[in-house]
């Protein structure tokens, strides 16, 4: 009997798991169905990302705002990077880019910037001409000049899609929240890295940051969206939760400081490995602050 009794708990766990990773595929009638809430669970659920609790300037002892590079060519990166093509999988499914573009395409997403320090405000039509290269051939300039309508299929256009982010950029703010007695840490900002789209063909392309966007202003939409868990895919991981939680590598590659916040580059030049120490460095120095204010 209690051999029985666990073997039904661990059926009931894995389904109620089931059901909540893939959403209604265990009741759907048809396949439209899947991924769609129940008025039941919508109501349920109150599922909003965890809001962050209000912190007093007298309460933070000390700060250091960093910059960092998600390079998504290492495998623990990849949930961000994948899926980068849509045509043969569910709609429930979307990479970072695809999530955060769609988003601002339809104007839930508003705060986006062309810096870092979110001084210049951008719109999606300014965004267009950086994400996008439309090209006339001979052809079409042949048709161009005789003063006829030149022909679509004359007309080559470029755009940067998801396969096309090679990295991410992210600015975030350290510090030691005094009354709480952590370290703690607050993303601020986050852009997709590509090639810069009227060079994107060459061999060795420019890479840049396509917009900016003040990642308070995108939690929810990125609570929302869903990255694959290898492990388990019946639990998949939020992208907001990805990031807030840190589940990523990166690397520091600037801070501020006083000479402007001028890069690791800029002081240590043509030297891959001493700018990568310095990066540890700094990273060492944030983890190194909280250790020193139990030392006795």
Known sequence: ???????????????????????????ADNPDEIGRKTEEQIMADNDKPLEYGYVDKRDVLWAKTTWETIDLDERINFPLYYPIDTNNIGANRRSLYDVLVGNIKNGKIKNIYSDSYFTETRTFQDLESTMSKIDTTDLGYEQYNAGETVDPQYINRRDITSADISEYRIRGYWYFDKRQGELRYRLLGLAPVAPDVNFIDDDEPDMVPLFWVWYPDAREMLHNAAAFNRKNTSMPFTYDHILNARRFSSVIYKEDNIQGDREIKDYV??????QLLESERIKESIRNFEMDMWSY
């Open 269 to 274: 030049v043509d030297n891959a490995l001493m």
């Open 1 to 27: 009997m209690n051999l029985r009794s666990f073997v039904l708990t661990v059926l009931t766990v894995v389904v109620s798991t089931l059901s909540y990773g893939q959403e209604n595929i265990l009741n």
